[in-house]
């Protein structure tokens, strides 16, 4: 079973980019790495996913190495509003669907 | 627009009382997922579903039970509610099978148990 590591925080300053990093080394080669984000007293929220090639849509890009065991999430200019917990996820396959485990993840702050 | 709806924001109840946590998906979703979320301990899964009257225990399922008696509503049950089940309990349906189906979540019930 695929498991992921995450630092528990990062600041970023407004306007940088803000690089969120998760290690898998675990992961098998048909699972998806997932990453969803949290505001404040929200439910989380889907952000991107991937499986080998990198990806990019109007939030963010995801990057994931050539082994796949670790990957990273960019924000390429973050806003205050981008201040939440991000969580890296691989999903598992048991019961014929799939369980999602969220973890602790990064709490990014972005400074003004 | 796709919606999770979760029946209480805020339920304040009593030791030994039994709670229902309700929580309707309108997406026709086979999947669903309540979650407790405590600080520094991040998103638990305690039960899911991904069919009507089916249900597998995720990490913490002690002290809860579930019921899947239609596909849009997935309830959480407190038999005996008791101080350690104070929690903000998240709620999530997903489409079944597909391998990239995305998660989505309900505003959050916080219970408290005094």
């Known amino acids: 079973d695929a498991k992921t590591t995450q630092p528990p925080s990062m600041d970023c300053a407004e306007g940088r980019a803000a690089n969120l990093p998760c290690n898998h080394s675990t992961i098998s080669g048909n699972e998806y790495v997932y990453w969803y984000r949290q505001i404040h007293s929200q439910g989380p929220q889907y952000i991107i996913h991937g499986l080998k090639n990198n990806e990019t849509n109007e939030m963010a890009s995801l990057i994931i190495t050539e082994d796949r065991k670790s990957s990273t999430l960019i924000l390429p200019h973050a806003t205050l509003r981008d201040t939440a917990v991000y969580y890296c996820?691989?999903?598992?396959?048991?019961?014929?669907?799939?369980?999602?485990?969220f973890g602790t993840g990064t709490r990014l702050k972005v400074l003004a | 627009d796709v919606k999770v709806t979760q029946s209480s924001r805020y339920l304040v109840k009593r030791t030994g009382e039994k709670v229902f946590l309700e929580c309707v998906q309108d997406m026709d979703h086979e999947n669903m997922f309540w979650y407790r979320q405590d600080p520094g301990l991040g998103l638990r899964l305690i039960y899911f579903?991904?069919?009507?009257?089916?249900?597998e225990k995720g990490d913490i399922p002690e002290g809860y039970s579930v019921s899947r008696e239609k596909k849009e509503r997935f309830s959480l049950i407190l038999e005996s509610a008791s101080t350690n089940q104070t929690s903000m309990y998240l709620c999530?349906?997903?489409?079944?099978?597909?391998?990239?189906?995305?998660?989505?979540f309900g505003e959050g019930s916080r219970l408290t148990v005094l």
């Open positions: 579903s991904y069919d009507v009257k089916m249900k």
């Open positions: 996820i691989v999903p598992l396959l048991t019961s014929g669907t799939y369980k999602y485990i």
């Open positions: 999530a349906s997903r489409a079944g099978d597909r391998v990239t189906g995305e998660l989505f």
